[in-house]
C-alpha cells in the first residue's frame, strides 16, 4: 500500500506572494509571478513533489502536494 505525504502551495497572484509548505514546519516565502510560481513547482516535481488538487478563487491559486514516502 501507498503511503504519501502532503504539503501545500499558495499563491497571490496580485500581490505576487507565494508560500510552500511543506511537512515538517518547512515554510518557504517567494515574491513572484507566473514564472516564479512555474519554478517552485517545477523544483519540487523535481524532488518527487506532484500536484493532488488545485483551488482557485479570486487573485487565489492554492495546490496540495503530494510526494509518495
Same mark, same amino acid.
Given at each position: 500500500?501507498?503511503?504519501?505525504?502532503?504539503?501545500?502551495?499558495? +499563491? $497571490? +497572484? /496580485?500581490?505576487?506572494?507565494?508560500?510552500?509548505? $511543506?511537512? =515538517? !514546519? #518547512? =515554510?518557504?516565502?517567494?515574491? !513572484?509571478?507566473? /514564472? =516564479? %510560481?512555474?519554478?517552485? $513547482?517545477? =523544483?519540487?516535481?523535481?524532488?518527487?513533489? /506532484? %500536484?493532488?488538487?488545485?483551488?482557485?478563487? #479570486? #487573485? +487565489? $491559486?492554492?495546490?496540495?502536494?503530494?510526494?509518495?514516502?
Amino acid at each position: 500500500m501507498f503511503k504519501y505525504e502532503f504539503g501545500v502551495v499558495e +499563491w $497571490l +497572484w /496580485d500581490t505576487n506572494a507565494i508560500r510552500v509548505n $511543506l511537512p =515538517e !514546519g #518547512n =515554510e518557504r516565502v517567494f515574491t !513572484g509571478s507566473y /514564472d =516564479e %510560481v512555474v519554478a517552485v $513547482l517545477s =523544483e519540487l516535481g523535481s524532488r518527487g513533489w /506532484d %500536484v493532488a488538487t488545485c483551488a482557485a478563487q #479570486n #487573485n +487565489w $491559486l492554492f495546490w496540495t502536494m503530494r510526494r509518495q514516502r
